[in-house]
């Protein structure tokens, strides 16, 4: 399933980034290409 050209809904997320945790929001994205990745917390190699 494509979502290329999908807009996303209003979100708040920490991110971690040069070696700092930062807020990133909808607003921070806006009028940009962006890849947004999640990756779940209980992450394992199975």
Known sequence: MSLIGTKIGEFKVQAYH????KEVTHKDLEG???????YPA????V
Request: charged residues 20%; without cysteine.
């Open 18 to 21: 040069n070696a700092d945790f």
């Open 32 to 38: 940009k290409w962006s890849a947004v990745f999640f």
């Open 42 to 45: 209980d992450f394992t190699f």
